[in-house]
């Protein structure tokens, strides 16, 4: 306790020259007190003042505890560390940063040179990096330029920033020049620093002290194995940059040719243009001198034609056609591998290096066959009580939209046999109920749908249900004024199931899907619709429609037959919305219906601090009602449920009437997709998109729209799988190829994202097959007849249009021609124009 009282006399009031004194004579144990009342005060009841921090260094057992203890911004003036150090020095203060950071280079120098400690070498190198640099920096200790010098080439540190003009680059050119540090070390240092894997500012700047240095050729020939060691480094950035190094060299009779070659053996595969293009001029130059290494560079070059850039494929063919031999079987049977993917100009330079065939051989058409999305499978019922009960455990889970539908009908089944024995084993899916009573949505509704079912039939009411009882709503009144209404529309269904189990009726849930992903059978249906007859029951009003929308249309003749033998007029009409395709179109408006909605371009507004910036958007109209009459059907509460319905829900929600999914996908789209810069829940979108596609349907208009924002999607996931999406519809017959193309045109046309984002992805699926190909030069055409003026990078919808018309064997489409006239006053398009007028 003395010490207690000591230290605290001293802390609150703030006696700076008894700190050290005190300290000095504390024991081990007397310092692990000190360090306790540290830990258990500070930031609580007291601040850091300089006491603290001095007594923190001095008391702390361990780095790690000193950083906990002591603030980061937090200096402490020399002379109290000197006074300290002159009878105890922590053995942990080398090694500490946070210490050191706060004391000039030299300082610390002084303290090392006084056997205080070692001092750690990347805080060397980052005390040094960001010192002053002058001469005083540099020259006051030897050790400064014999050894710390080099630990900035070794450590990520400041080395890339400047103080007061004078920065790191100037400072190592000069040390060179008057001989200080050698040269041939800076340049081999500036290398090794780059193998190293630091961060990509660092390696951009020991390339460019590099090149600063103006390195000889001699010089570049001494260190060329440092050179090919980068081309194994993460950093594909650094890669021209060595190159251009490199290629001055290629000729040198000492230049390791082998070398090079097996280092750059991968960078062909790499996709930056830049990268490929310094590296065939190289292999270019070697090859022209050196005829031993034509075979090994060609090769090399040929993962080329995978790439989709035209000129690229041009070079490296050329390349090829000069220095490769069209007789060698090995070149002749590599290129064969990349026959499907070489552009037209690079395959007319290769014609003699593909094998021929008999003259009365034709080539077999590339075909594709049209594979659904998703192949429904069976869903099989819950046929005992134990399934049931693992079942309910996982509801929650997020597996299947269609683990519920089969928890509500196995409840109304087993409703009647369980057991108190059976509600202990329910405890873990009351658990997961209870852990949603903070969320909203159907996860809140559907949990507390359960809740109050456990309250309901269990008479030993367990602690969670109990808990719940207290955390969540009445059932009957868990809809409120602002609740969206196809939320209000399923708790009027849930409400309804709820009296089947108050009354322990037997009867079944109609809405169960039997297919994935939420397909009901029409035989199964009108089977369901059977035991209803037979005990004279009417079916809860939103389980039938819900049912009736998610029956699956086909086969309908032959089914509506079987319904009008197995059922009585009353409840065969039941099933009109079936069979009557009719039935709904008196009853709403044709763009619910057919999601056909008018959309606009337009600008949005971002507020960012105090400027503002206008974004390109696409927005869909759409009307909401805010109340519905009482006897509103499904429908109304789904087409008019815009607001409030959230990603988790909403592939729920799109299953429960899939044929009118209109509105659901502008709601989507509005919220997340409507602009190209600020795109949100991407995970939500590549769910939602792939949901959407296994229900395996028509497009709508509105579905076009979303699927042109995901082509655009800077994000990598969701852009690929709406290009699956594009190859998957392009060989069906009901897809609207030309709808697409004007769309994606007039979004080009209005710059609402960048043209590179769509023919990147779309150059991945050139010549996959030729149907593929033809299905794709009738997008293009559809695009740039939609494009009003030559807007940024149309040159690549150009060159991606000239290389379809080459595959396609085809002349210029006169929708475009006008167009083509137009555009070719551009200086940048003239070529290109050109190249497509002469197909």
Known sequence: ???????????????VKEIVPFLKKLTLQDKREVASILKKHINKEWGHNTISVVAALACSKTKEEYEKIKPGYYSIPDHLIDELFQSYVPEWVGESHLFLEGFDYLKVLEWEQKGYFTLNEEVCASLLSSSSKSDEV?????????????????????????????????????????????????????????????SKDHNTWFLELFMYLEPTDQEIVELQDELFMIFHSTQQSLFPGVLKIVNPIVTESNFKTEDFLHATASLMTIPTKNIINALLQTLEKIAKNNKEYHQEICSLLLPVFLNKENSLQTKGAKILAKYGDPDSVEIRKELMFYKGSVLSDARTLLEKFFVEKDSSETEEEKTYKEMPWHNPQPILPIESADDFIFLASQIFNNNETYHFDLFLDALVKFNEDFQED???????????ALKRKETGGLHHLLATFLIHYGLLKQKKKSQVLLDARLGFPSLDNWSEKKTPLIFKAYHQ??????ELLKQNKKLPVLSVPDHTPCWINIHTLVDKLKIYQKQNEQPIPFDLQIAVLRVKKENLTNAEEYAKKQLKKEYFDLLEPVFNPNYFKDQYKKEYLEGNFDWELG??????????EEIPQVLITIENKKELPENALLLDYLFNSYHGVYHNDLIHILYLAPYFSGSIVAKKHNEDLSNAVYQYDIKGNIDFLDAWMKLNLPFQPVH????????????????GMAFEVLVNKAVSEDFGVQ??????????NFEWAPVKRFTDGLSGFINLSTSHNRFFEKLLISILSAIEKPVFNLKKLLELYYELLSQ???KVDKTISSLLIEWEKENNLKKIIHQIKNQ
């Not at 306790?1 to 703030?14: D, S, T």
């Not at 709808?739 to 080009?748: A, N, Q, V």
């Open 493 to 498: 269904f849930l409400l309804g199931i709820f």
């Open 704 to 719: 076009y729209l979303f699927l042109s924002a995901g082509l655009f999607n800077k994000n990598k996931t969701l852009s």
């Open 422 to 432: 059976h509600f202990n084993q329910l405890e873990p899916a009351f658990k997961a």
């Open 138 to 198: 540099l020259f006051t200790y030897p050790v400064t330029v014999e050894s710390h010098i080099w630990l900035l080439f070794k450590y990520e540190c400041s080395v890339t920033g400047s103080y007061q003009g004078r920065n790191w680059k100037d400072i190592l050119k000069n040390l060179v020049q008057d001989h200080k540090i050698e040269r041939i070390k800076v340049l081999q240092s500036s290398l090794n620093a780059m193998s190293i894997n630091l």
């Open 739 to 748: 709808e697409l193309g004007i769309l994606i045109g007039k979004k080009i």
């Open 603 to 612: 600008y949005r507004k971002i507020y960012k601090w105090n400027a503002t």
């Open 808 to 810: 396609n064997q085809n």
């Open 1 to 15: 306790m003395l010490i207690e009282a000591e230290f605290k006399a001293i802390y609150l009031n703030y006696k």
